[in-house]
């Protein structure tokens, strides 16, 4: 077999074979097949498109590449959730907890933020001793005595898709549905849950930018997911306006105690409880109507906050910083964001607010990049408000005094005002299963 006819054959169109496929993720994972072969083979993919039999070999194929955690000790309790990236999205800190309360295994393999997107890893850094890295015996000890572990992305997990990943974003060939589908839901298998919820995000903070397209990849996922005989299901949740009030490390994990302990019923909690909703109904084959009064009860009794605490405490965490958050390290300078005009707030950029947590050191532009975890953003008003001028929109928090002012102009650049208030998007376009 020769890569030559397998870019020619998908070049002119037609289907590969699983052997094809497997071959090509075998060769490039091992480094028999070079980079600019296997680029030509990604462009003409993104050119001609693959079946939803391409896209399940793919997937698997990649998800084989490495190892895979078995689960099967847990039956069909294990649980997992996906998020496509976002701002302020710090559901899996609240929907983790409240599903392990009710007796899911919720096991999560969580990244780094980069760009305007934050990650879980990084917000669970800020809590003093939190651990991120356990070994395998750690993980699954955990997840059985707590019902729940979050952890970093580590070991040799499909090496394939850390690859071809890395190929597609300096060849221009990320934004393909069944390259975005394979390269998820390879993880997701190699991360071995019975249960999959995905939260697919659609607007200006997210990856896909129309409800048209965040649906395409939410049925592709779902239904590569019950192929690979997984419980599937994904949200479609708005991305259009931050999720929450709170943008940054520290400050997101407060907001999320917040709602475990049944203080805030904002714009967050509502989508945590559709998640965790929808990972009970999976779990436990409830009606969805039962699984949300589970969810609810979980939060109001204060069982999901117990469970936080108790996760939080065997990963190596001080919970003691869950129970008081003003023990979280404070930011040296903060500056409130005046409006300029009165109106209704008809827009807000949410790629440029997750640019300007970046600008005060909440994020990072390169890998490489220093996190200063109290650093962030509290938003006072969102999309749909109305403002008076000079009422404040939002406060920046910093250790850096010099990025406040670069912050504030970037923060005005991208909340819109005018003097009609616009129609609002759904917080929940649809719910795929």
């Not at 590569?224 to 599937?232: A, F, L, S, T, V």
């Amino acid at each position: 077999m020769k890569m030559y006819d397998i870019i020619q054959k998908k070049k002119k169109g037609q289907a590969l074979s699983d052997h094809e496929i497997e071959f090509f993720i075998k060769g490039y994972t091992d480094g028999s097949i070079p980079d600019y072969q296997a680029s030509a083979l990604l462009m003409a993919i993104c050119f001609m498109g693959m079946t939803d039999e391409e896209t399940v070999t793919l997937t698997n194929a990649m998800a084989d590449s490495g190892d895979r955690v078995d689960l099967s000790c847990f039956g069909n309790l294990s649980a997992d959730k996906h998020s496509t990236g976002g701002v302020g999205d710090k559901t899996s800190l609240i929907v983790a907890p409240i599903v392990a309360s009710l007796g899911g295994k919720v096991t999560k393999m969580s990244g780094r933020g980069l760009g305007h997107t934050g990650g879980t890893v990084d917000k669970l850094e800020s809590i003093p001793g939190y651990r991120v890295n356990l070994t395998p015996e750690e993980f699954l000890s955990q997840v059985e005595k707590v019902g729940m572990a979050v952890v970093g992305q580590s070991g040799n997990l499909t090496p394939a898709d850390k690859k071809l990943y890395a190929l597609r974003d300096v060849t221009a060939t990320v934004d393909n549905i069944p390259l975005i589908t394979s390269s998820i839901m390879s993880k997701k298998l190699a991360a071995g849950s019975h249960n999959i919820v995905l939260d697919v995000k659609v607007g200006s903070g997210a990856f896909m930018k129309t409800p048209d397209e965040a649906t395409e990849l939410a049925q592709k996922m779902v239904k590569i997911g019950k192929d690979c005989n997984r419980n599937m299901a994904a949200l479609i949740t708005n991305m259009d306006i931050p999720l929450g009030n709170n943008v940054g490390n520290s400050l997101e994990v407060v907001e999320a105690i917040r709602v475990l302990k049944g203080e805030l019923k904002n714009d967050l909690y509502e989508v945590c409880v559709a998640l965790a909703t929808t990972m009970v109904e999976l779990i436990f084959s409830l009606q969805r109507n039962e699984a949300e009064q589970k969810v609810k009860n979980a939060i109001e009794s204060g069982d999901a906050f117990r469970k936080m605490k108790e996760w939080i405490n065997a990963q190596g965490g001080n919970a003691d910083y869950i129970e008081n958050t003003d023990l979280f390290e404070q930011s040296k300078y903060s500056l409130t964001v005046k409006s300029v005009k009165e109106g209704y707030i008809s827009s807000m950029n949410v790629e440029k607010i997750g640019m300007t947590a970046v600008t005060l050191g909440a994020g990072r532009r390169v890998a490489t990049d220093t996190i200063d975890y109290s650093a962030g953003i509290i938003i006072h008003k969102k999309t749909g408000e109305y403002v008076k001028e000079n009422q404040d929109l939002c406060t920046l928090y910093s250790n850096n005094n010099s990025s406040l002012k670069e912050a504030e102009k970037q923060y005005l650049e991208a909340v819109s005002i005018s003097s009609n208030r616009s129609e609002t998007n759904p917080l929940i376009y649809d719910i795929i299963k």
